[in-house]
């Protein structure tokens, strides 16, 4: 069985406010299982101006199996960190429940060993919780709890559902003949297969322009997403337009300014956010400014670039690109024009008649990064103040494809698309292996496996474990309210599909995953209809409009319009706290959990059965025993129990006096809501 162990997040149920303002006085509370320890002192170690602080918590009373353990503190710091200090009473503990779960996962992540080395006593034995779990030795400030004394996101983002659309690729409207062909495209049919080798990888044009996708918006509201992000949409010479040549218009291509005002409108109508896509690090060669820089060193904009030559005519681009010159932003007047103030291109589209609720910032990792000047805070904060002036119910999403966490503090981004805490893992565990050789930029055939650019081999083989291990380990360092705007995409339009290496089976497992831990699930616009594509360029795929009723493409869209709904209806999914229940090889359990809902998650490749603890999910259960002939999907425990939400495969729940016990068949997602979690209020 497995044993349980403290628990702390950065939820209501733990923190009395995600919003403090500095000097103001926070709740914090600790839940620990019922007969661990004994406890003889539990405390809170606060680390403000750096420079560490104790408070001493209360026991306030037991519930459902739980002593809750309470204390104040005032914070001091935008950024306040806090762990917790459990010391027990005497050397008895060691062959307790601490013990027996050393090896276990809390409710962050795996706990440390925790008994005595030889010949040293257990008597005041300590443990440290923080956000990577339970330790026996002093952990890391970075992995601290954090309250966050900074304007936070719009509480609509935590609770939204992203949809991910690249114009050219999503739809053609009834103008889209109209509109006139420039000299770098090459044009493509509909139906025409995505050409990965240049120019064409970069060229090909297939003419989706923005009415296209006001023609669809019904299909977003009938999948469920809250949110439309759109890959740039400013005027530039490929199909990406991550090489804009202006930031202050709307590609003709796509039906200029009058079409953006139209489909944001629509989208507004439906219910639906829309956010633009900002190329902060770069620019195109083509650009307007950059132009007027080129060759001319006392132009106004001699300095928007890095210039390496007194000529202004050699110059660096975006990891050696010469069609993407990167901004200096030491540039006083480009922070002006580009991101400081009601009249800068960030204001611009913010404010009317366009209205986007806010951006998604490519490359913001290497932003202002260059060399021995790193201006990264300086940009990201700039650009959120004129966000907070212009209209401050929008969000700001970073680019950072990898460990994200020393920028997502809280000073400015709301969240991040970032793979290592959910999309690589995920495809660690459940893609499988295959022919996943892709054809290169220059038409040559790589043998090596595509995995986010690295070059590791092909698709790592990981366990439920390894991804339970790195969820925590990219996380732990993330201030809660910042993760819950963290970005959960199965794949992206920088990134081979998902599907191409999971088989069908898989895919609800996946995006069980994504709805249901913390964060903003993706879908990028063809993963409900089920479409493959070997890498970045290859995964850029037009929509199958009309097929929707195919028996190969109506299961998956059943799939996401079942998940994105349950993701919608249970606010719990959104803000609820995170609790690991049990960890195999090749399974994951765990709640997501709120004073109002407790919602369990079971998620097996391989066949599971597993009991747990009676007080597992911190909420009084009828006892009942299981029954042999249980219907697939019945969950046993009374009227306090219900039959999953969604379900795929086979998987039972039954509650007895001897614990929870659950079992799923191979391929088994099983998702139950629960009442919530019971606590003592002082």
Same mark, same amino acid.
């Given at each position: 069985?497995?044993?349980?162990?403290?628990?702390?997040?950065?939820?209501?149920?733990?923190?009395?406010?995600?919003?403090?303002?500095?000097?103001?006085?926070?709740?914090?509370?600790?839940?620990?299982?019922?007969?661990?320890?004994?406890?003889?002192?539990?405390?809170?170690?606060?680390?403000?101006?750096?420079?560490?602080?104790?408070?001493?918590?209360?026991?306030?009373?037991?519930?459902?199996?739980?002593?809750?353990?309470?204390?104040?503190?005032?914070?001091?710091?935008?950024?306040?960190?806090?762990?917790?200090?459990?010391?027990?009473?005497?050397?008895?503990?060691?062959?307790?429940?601490?013990?027996?779960?050393?090896?276990?996962?809390?409710?962050?992540?795996?706990?440390?060993?925790?008994?005595?080395?030889?010949?040293?006593?257990?008597?005041?034995?300590?443990?440290?919780?923080?956000?990577?779990?339970?330790?026996?030795?002093?952990?890391?400030?970075?992995?601290?709890?954090?309250?966050?004394?900074?304007?936070?996101?719009?509480?609509?983002?935590?609770?939204?559902?992203?949809?991910?659309?690249?114009?050219?690729?999503?739809?053609?409207?009834?103008?889209?003949?109209?509109?006139?062909?420039?000299?770098?495209?090459?044009?493509?049919?509909?139906?025409?297969?995505?050409?990965?080798?240049?120019?064409?990888?970069?060229?090909?044009?297939?003419?989706?322009?923005?009415?296209?996708?006001?023609?669809?918006?019904?299909?977003?509201?009938?999948?469920?997403?809250?949110?439309?992000?759109?890959?740039?949409?400013?005027?530039?010479?490929?199909?990406?337009?991550?090489?804009?040549?202006?930031?202050?218009?709307?590609?003709?291509?796509?039906?200029?300014?009058?079409?953006?005002?139209?489909?944001?409108?629509?989208?507004?109508?439906?219910?639906?956010?829309?956010?633009?896509?900002?190329?902060?690090?770069?620019?195109?060669?083509?650009?307007?400014?950059?132009?007027?820089?080129?060759?001319?060193?006392?132009?106004?904009?001699?300095?928007?670039?890095? %210039?390496?030559?007194?000529?202004?005519?050699?110059?660096?681009?975006?990891?050696?690109?010469?069609?993407?010159?990167? %901004?200096?932003?030491?540039?006083?007047?480009?922070?002006?024009?580009?991101?400081?103030?009601?009249?800068?291109?960030?204001?611009?589209?913010?404010?009317?008649?366009?209205?986007? @609720?806010?951006?998604?910032?490519?490359?913001?990792?290497?932003?202002?990064?260059?060399?021995?000047?790193?201006?990264?805070?300086?940009?990201?904060?700039?650009?959120?103040?004129?966000?907070?002036?212009?209209?401050?119910?929008?969000?700001?999403?970073?680019?950072?494809?990898?460990?994200?966490?020393?920028?997502?503090?809280?000073?400015?981004?709301?969240?991040?698309?970032?793979?290592?805490?959910?999309?690589?893992?995920?495809?660690?565990?459940?893609?499988?292996?295959?022919?996943?050789?892709?054809?290169?930029?220059?038409?040559?055939?790589?043998?090596?496996?595509? %995995?986010?650019?690295?070059?590791?081999?092909?698709?790592?083989?990981?366990?439920?474990?390894?991804?339970?291990?790195?969820?925590?380990?990219?996380?732990?360092?993330?201030?809660?309210?910042?993760?819950?705007?963290?970005?959960?995409?199965?794949?992206?339009?920088?990134?081979?599909?998902?599907?191409?290496?999971?088989?069908?089976?898989?895919?609800?497992?996946?995006?069980?995953?994504?709805?249901?831990?913390?964060?903003?699930?993706?879908?990028?616009?063809?993963?409900?209809?089920?479409?493959?594509?070997? @890498?970045?360029?290859?995964?850029?795929?037009?929509?199958?409009?009309?097929?929707?009723?195919?028996?190969?493409?109506?299961?998956?869209?059943?799939?996401?319009?079942?998940?994105?709904?349950?993701?919608?209806?249970?606010?719990?999914?959104?803000?609820?706290?995170?609790?690991?229940?049990?960890?195999?090889?090749?399974?994951?359990? %765990?709640?997501?959990?709120?004073?109002?809902?407790?919602?369990?998650?079971?998620?097996?490749?391989?066949?599971?059965?597993?009991?747990?603890?009676?007080?597992?999910?911190?909420?009084?259960?009828?006892?009942?025993?299981?029954?042999?002939?249980?219907?697939?999907?019945?969950?046993?425990?009374?009227?306090?129990?219900?039959?999953?939400?969604?379900?795929?495969?086979?998987?039972?729940?039954?509650?007895?006096?001897?614990?929870?016990?659950?079992?799923?068949?191979?391929?088994?997602?099983?998702?139950?809501?629960?009442?919530?979690?019971?606590?003592?209020?002082?």
């Amino acid at each position: 069985m497995d044993a349980l162990l403290p628990h702390h997040d950065g939820s209501a149920l733990h923190v009395s406010t995600q919003t403090p303002a500095l000097g103001d006085t926070v709740t914090l509370r600790l839940r620990v299982p019922v007969g661990y320890g004994p406890l003889k002192a539990v405390r809170v170690r606060e680390n403000p101006d750096h420079e560490p602080r104790w408070t001493d918590a209360r026991l306030t009373g037991t519930a459902a199996g739980w002593d809750w353990w309470q204390a104040e503190v005032v914070v001091e710091n935008p950024r306040h960190g806090y762990r917790w200090l459990l010391v027990h009473e005497d050397a008895a503990a060691a062959d307790g429940p601490a013990a027996a779960g050393a090896a276990a996962t809390s409710g962050q992540g795996t706990a440390a060993g925790t008994t005595a080395p030889a010949g040293r006593s257990n008597a005041g034995r300590i443990e440290w919780l923080n956000q990577s779990g339970l330790h026996s030795v002093e952990t890391l400030d970075a992995e601290d709890f954090a309250l966050l004394a900074t304007p936070a996101a719009p509480e609509w983002l935590a609770e939204t559902v992203m949809y991910q659309v690249f114009p050219d690729r999503f739809a053609r409207s009834s103008a889209a003949d109209s509109h006139d062909k420039p000299e770098w495209a090459i044009a493509a049919r509909w139906d025409e297969p995505v050409d990965p080798v240049l120019p064409g990888r970069s060229k090909q044009f297939y003419g989706g322009d923005l009415d296209g996708i006001t023609e669809h918006l019904d299909h977003l509201t009938d999948l469920g997403v809250t949110m439309l992000y759109l890959t740039p949409i400013f005027p530039a010479r490929s199909n990406h337009r991550y090489d804009a040549s202006s930031f202050v218009d709307v590609d003709e291509l796509l039906g200029g300014r009058e079409a953006l005002i139209r489909l944001v409108g629509e989208a507004h109508a439906r219910g639906l956010k829309v956010i633009g896509d900002l190329t902060t690090n770069h620019s195109g060669d083509g650009h307007e400014w950059f132009q007027a820089a080129l060759g001319k060193p006392d132009a106004p904009e001699g300095d928007f670039y890095y %210039f390496t030559n007194d000529e202004h005519t050699e110059y660096v681009g975006w990891l050696g690109t010469p069609s993407l010159p990167k %901004f200096n932003w030491n540039s006083t007047e480009l922070r002006r024009r580009f991101i400081e103030g009601p009249d800068s291109v960030v204001a611009h589209w913010l404010k009317e008649p366009y209205n986007f @609720d806010g951006w998604r910032v490519d490359v913001a990792n290497m932003t202002g990064r260059m060399g021995a000047e790193d201006l990264n805070e300086e940009v990201r904060q700039i650009t959120r103040r004129t966000m907070e002036a212009v209209n401050p119910d929008t969000v700001l999403l970073a680019e950072s494809t990898n460990d994200a966490a020393s920028d997502l503090q809280g000073d400015a981004w709301h969240g991040a698309m970032t793979y290592p805490s959910f999309t690589r893992p995920v495809w660690g565990w459940l893609t499988e292996p295959g022919d996943t050789s892709h054809v290169t930029a220059d038409g040559s055939i790589d043998p090596e496996a595509w %995995f986010f650019g690295q070059p590791i081999g092909g698709i790592p083989n990981y366990s439920a474990r390894d991804f339970a291990e790195m969820t925590v380990r990219f996380t732990a360092s993330i201030p809660w309210r910042i993760r819950l705007g963290n970005m959960n995409p199965l794949d992206t339009h920088d990134t081979a599909r998902f599907r191409t290496h999971a088989p069908a089976d898989n895919v609800p497992l996946a995006l069980a995953l994504s709805v249901t831990l913390p964060g903003v699930p993706v879908v990028f616009a063809g993963d409900e209809f089920g479409l493959s594509g070997d @890498d970045g360029e290859m995964s850029r795929t037009p929509i199958p409009w009309g097929t929707e009723t195919d028996p190969a493409v109506a299961p998956t869209l059943d799939v996401y319009r079942q998940l994105i709904a349950l993701r919608r209806e249970l606010p719990t999914l959104s803000h609820g706290g995170l609790r690991w229940l049990h960890v195999a090889d090749d399974a994951l359990v %765990f709640v997501r959990e709120d004073a109002d809902a407790t919602v369990l998650v079971v998620v097996a490749r391989s066949p599971l059965t597993v009991t747990l603890p009676a007080n597992a999910l911190g909420v009084e259960l009828a006892a009942t025993a299981a029954s042999d002939g249980a219907a697939s999907g019945h969950a046993s425990g009374g009227a306090d129990a219900a039959s999953p939400a969604f379900l795929s495969g086979d998987a039972t729940l039954a509650s007895a006096a001897a614990g929870l016990t659950l079992s799923a068949a191979a391929r088994t997602c099983a998702i139950w809501i629960l009442p919530g979690v019971e606590y003592p209020v002082d």
